[in-house]
Nanobody
Framework: QLQLVESGGGLVQPGGSLRLSCAASGFTLDYYAIGWFRQAPGKERSGVSCITDNGSSTNYANSVKGRFTISRDNAKNTVYLQMTGLKPEDTAIYYC??????????????????WGQGTQVTVSS
């Protein structure tokens, strides 16, 4: 069974930091780009960051550039999203997804090969 499992979400104050992890089971991440997407209540799912299969290239949404860093450890079959300078508008459910290529574009039913179940990030004082 192919699975991605996110962890590391939680409640944090504005300006705080969190590190999300995305661990794969049932398959190896080596051959996939990995993306992080998020969805806030009442809003569409949108791309946050992605990283190529070998980690040589990354991409970020303008709203998180300079604050978020994506990385991967293929030996651990895990991808990370380090989030700093968190803002209330970062509040959302964060999903990781295995991709054929690095993209931040979400098309319902088309984007992604395997999705995780999501982890809640809440930024509030």
């Amino acid at each position: 069974q192919l699975q991605l499992v996110e962890s590391g979400g939680g409640l944090v104050q504005p300006g705080g930091s969190l590190r999300l992890s995305c661990a794969a089971s049932g398959f190896t991440l080596d051959y996939y780009a990995i993306g992080w997407f998020r969805q806030a209540p009442g809003k569409e799912r949108s791309g946050v960051s992605c990283i190529t299969d070998n980690g040589s290239s990354t991409n970020y949404a303008n709203s998180v550039k300079g604050r978020f860093t994506i990385s991967r450890d293929n030996a651990k079959n895990t991808v990370y999203l380090q989030m700093t300078g968190l803002k209330p508008e970062d509040t959302a459910i964060y999903y990781c997804v295995a991709l054929a290529w690095c993209t931040l574009k979400h098309i319902e039913g088309e984007t992604g090969i395997v999705w995780g179940q999501g982890t809640q990030v809440t930024v509030s004082s």
